[in-house]
């Protein structure tokens, strides 16, 4: 069982940056896959970027390739991600996801680990 949480959310201006911060609980976090979605006001929630369990394969969606990068620290049972040049389309509430192994898995939505999420704001 693992339990994840997320943190680093703020309102930020347009063009900074914010670093959100993924904490599971769970000896075995550095086995599972883990990625971040997002859900803004009236809208589906959508994936963002997915980041295998070594850190060796990252997925990024088309809105946030190269202002995005996802990265893991398993010493610290953390996925991070780093968000650049914000845009006032990228306010959301960001959540983590994770699942045993299976990136495939993570970047459909399907791991069984939800966060609470944090909130986003970036205001123009």
């Known amino acids: 069982q693992v339990h994840v949480v997320e943190s680093g959310g703020g309102l930020v201006q347009a063009g900074g940056s914010l670093r959100l911060s993924c904490a599971a609980s769970?000896?075995?976090?550095?086995?599972?896959?883990a990625g971040w979605f997002r859900q803004a006001p009236g809208k589906e929630r959508e994936f963002v970027a997915a980041?295998?369990?070594?850190?060796?394969?990252?997925y990024y969606a088309d809105s946030v390739k190269g202002r995005f990068t996802i990265s893991r620290d398993n010493a610290k049972n953390t996925v991070y991600l780093q968000m650049n040049s914000l845009k006032p389309e990228d306010t959301a509430v960001y959540y983590c996801n994770a699942d045993r192994s299976s990136i495939t898995s993570v970047r459909a939505g399907r791991g069984p680990y939800w966060g609470q999420g944090t909130q986003v704001t970036v205001s123009s």
């Open positions: 769970g000896r075995t976090f550095s086995t599972y896959a």
């Open positions: 980041i295998n369990w070594s850190g060796g394969s990252s």
